[in-house]
């Protein structure tokens, strides 16, 4: 298996979209200085990476007939292979989370593999397909808190959401989707980018947060629902296979955004802004390797 082929199959550039999750949980915990929060985002990746390897493998008689071009139907990558890589990477996520976080991270970690492989293997062909990857979402937020995941619940539902319509538009990325759907999905975008943009009281109980970091917070959310509810707006008025898409790329790109607001939220403005600078990288990225 070539390198160039195993970046296709975890998808390598979407892996952008992932570790401002924990780094948002953290924050909202208090606990963004502590030691392991910022090695928590490689275990986010190694599970992001293994549900898309996952994806694959589940997918491949399917793709065989939609999407031959991807890497196990083309023959680039074998099914086992595949399943290699996952199981792999499920074990290096979840083998850093223990060692980053301590034994709270690593039942976090171990739940949020358990749903990411659930939803690849049991639950994608059925209606509950968005509600887990949704919760598979709001899990790596809470893995970010550490000891402390009450108080990261609001980030956890900002992205869970925001995750919840993008997977509900994505199934309309072969034949089409419904306007329903994309208005859904647009709802969701809203509702996590104003829980991104309201100030929010952190771990330490101060709540009045600095202009600056206000004025952040709400462009971030700005910059994140312009920019991914444009895309679902056109899907809602050309509901076709190729806006879904469109749409789909551009909610997965947009979850750096919305992370980038959630730690202005939380007072982590250094974060935030080092966070942005990998939203155009995700997108030129992507170009090269797509996200889905």
Known sequence: MRLRDLARLVRLPAALSVPGDTLAGAAA???LGGPGAWALPAASVCLYWAG??????ADREVDAVERPERPIPSGAVRPGEALAVAAGLTAAGVGVAAVAGGPRTAGTAAALAVTVWSYDLLLKPTPLAPLGMAAARGLDVLMGAGERPADAARPALALAAHTLGVTALSRG???????CVAAGALSCTLAGAALAAVPARTASGRTARSTAERILAGALAGVFAVGVGAAQGRA????GAHQARSATGAG???MIPLQAALLARYGAVGAACALTVGAPVAARASKAVPVT
């Open 236 to 239: 809602l008025t050309e509901p």
């Open 173 to 179: 990325e072969v034949h089409g989707t419904r306007p």
């Open 29 to 31: 915990a208090g606990r």
């Open 52 to 57: 898309m390897a996952l994806n694959d493998y």
């Open 252 to 254: 997965i790109r947009g």
